[in-house]
Nanobody, 121 residues
């Protein structure tokens, strides 16, 4: 019904920048909050940043001041600008969206397939 497709991951040196994108498509009536999570090998998935439909943002302490989340509601797309990257930011990054579908009027979370970010020291 709803698909989330991430892009923008890759390999970067410490101190560098990357921009992740996540586009939602399908039977969408409305998207509430959107967010980014990450999971490093051997660790639990953790919240990176979220943004409400009105633009209110929330960040993990570890990324505050370095990462910026934004969204384009017309394109059903959320972005994550990552600056001053550190090796400990290395993880698989997942997009999440709280969606009300147009086909069934149901509300649920959807996840993307993940995009790998690797920061070398």
């Amino acid at each position: 019904q709803v698909q989330l497709v991430e892009s923008g991951g890759g390999l970067v040196q410490a101190g560098g920048s990357l921009r992740l994108s996540c586009a939602a498509s399908g039977s969408i009536f409305r998207i509430n909050a959107m967010g980014w999570y990450r999971q490093a090998p051997g660790k639990q998935r953790e919240l990176v940043a979220t943004i409400s439909s009105g633009g209110s943002t929330n960040y993990a302490d570890s990324v505050k001041g370095r990462f910026t989340i934004s969204r384009d509601n017309a394109k059903n797309t959320v972005y994550l600008q990552m600056n001053s990257l550190k090796p400990e930011d290395t993880a698989n990054y997942y997009c999440n969206s709280d969606v009300i579908t147009a086909s069934t009027w149901s509300r649920r979370d959807y996840w993307g397939q993940g995009t790998q970010v690797t920061v070398s020291s």
